[in-house]
């Protein structure tokens, strides 16, 4: 099997069936009914903020962890200025829906959130490249995925329109490049039987870290 047939296998047998088991959970599953209370999605803009904000962060540290590399470093700088509106693209969205500056400042990560964005931001200070890259490639393909979901559901039941959600439609176009990228990036840079090891088992927990955070959503904000 080739890097890249390898990588695909990745998809279509970890993430894929992850993402899938992510959208039938409580959270989507009442979003897309139009039963999930203003709530938690609040909760979603504030941890999502949180998780932006550090993203931000980390890609600035994978810029100086690559800068020997000219290929590397510009693909992680074009990551970085990829991100850098999405913070307040987030909070563009929570303005809508309720939240102010103050409920920004103030928000702590629920333990899951943390959790989640904990172990990203150590792969990519501390992570092989292929391990870091395989953890986000799930989250490219998760959220591309439930930026749909988003938008769609967000549109049609609670009265929100392009502008509040330029966020989802954002990441509904600009995830698919980036994900294109992470596998093109991982097919280049998984050369042994150990990397492969390392993206199986970075996908897996990934996915499960993913799952856990919209749990603790759902849990840490009902009303």
């Known amino acids: 099997m080739g890097n890249t047939e390898f990588v695909r296998s990745v998809v279509k047998e970890i993430i894929e069936p992850g993402v899938e088991r992510l959208m039938n959970g409580a959270f989507f599953s009442e979003l897309r009914e ?15 903020h949180y998780r932006n904000v550090e993203l931000c962060k980390g890609f600035a540290l994978l810029m100086v962890k690559y800068a020997h590399d000219p290929e590397l470093f510009g693909y992680f700088s074009y990551q970085y200025n990829e991100e850098q509106d999405h913070p307040d693209l987030t909070k563009k969205f929570g303005y809508a829906i309720g939240l102010k500056d103050e409920d920004f400042q103030e928000v702590i990560p629920l333990f899951e959130c943390m959790l989640h964005t904990s172990v990203t931001i150590r792969g990519m200070l501390t992570g092989s490249l292929p391990e870091n890259r395989a953890s986000a490639l799930v989250n490219e393909t998760a959220i591309c995925r439930h930026s749909e979901e988003f938008y769609n559901a967000l549109r049609q039941h609670y009265g929100l329109g392009d502008n509040e959600l330029e966020f989802f439609t954002v990441h509904t176009v600009a995830d698919k490049d980036h994900t294109a990228r992470a596998i093109e990036i991982l097919a280049r840079y998984t050369n042994t039987p150990r990397d492969q090891l390392l993206v199986q088992r970075s996908a897996g927990n990934t996915m499960q870290l993913k799952l856990g955070k919209f749990d603790g959503i759902y849990r840490g904000y009902a009303e």
Request: a positive charge; proline letters at 0%.
């Open 34 to 48: 139009g039963r999930l209370s203003r709530r938690r999605l609040q909760g979603w803009a504030l941890q999502q």
